[in-house]
């Protein structure tokens, strides 16, 4: 099972990423992927997850109406998840992971799968 996040960078205060998510070896398609956050010297912490099965959205507070997850329509070999994150704001800066959950997400959950992370830098 691999999990790569890509689509990380610098960017300025008001502008926009898209993250990617590339899972493969595992038939995801009754998995919950999520994408989580961690900045230097905190804690990791929910950013947004969608519900493979049927597209169904959550968003932590500080990103909603700036953030979109989705993914690809086309279950193949590869099942794709995005990051739109647009808006982004210093305080956005952090290591991006993707994961994954058989089943359903609840806070707090242990995910079954994870991503090496992807680096947000947002300079003010």
């Known amino acids: 099972v691999s999990l790569v996040e890509s689509g990380g960078g610098l960017v300025q205060a008001g502008g926009s990423l898209r993250l990617s998510c590339a899972a493969s070896g595992r038939l995801f398609g009754s998995y919950v992927m999520v994408w989580f956050r961690q900045g230097l010297g905190m804690e990791r912490e929910f950013v947004a997850s969608?519900?493979?099965?049927?597209?169904?959205?959550?968003?932590?507070d500080s990103v909603k109406g700036r953030f979109t997850v989705s993914r690809d329509n086309t279950m193949d070999t590869v099942y794709h998840v995005y990051l739109q994150m647009n808006s982004l704001r210093p305080d956005d800066t952090a290591v991006y992971y993707c994961?994954?959950?058989?089943?359903?997400?609840?806070?707090?959950?242990?995910?079954?799968?994870w991503g090496k992370g992807t680096l947000v830098t947002v300079s003010s």
């Open positions: 969608i519900r493979m099965s049927d597209s169904s959205t959550s968003y932590d």
């Open positions: 994961a994954a959950r058989f089943g359903s997400y609840s806070t707090g959950a242990l995910m079954d799968y």
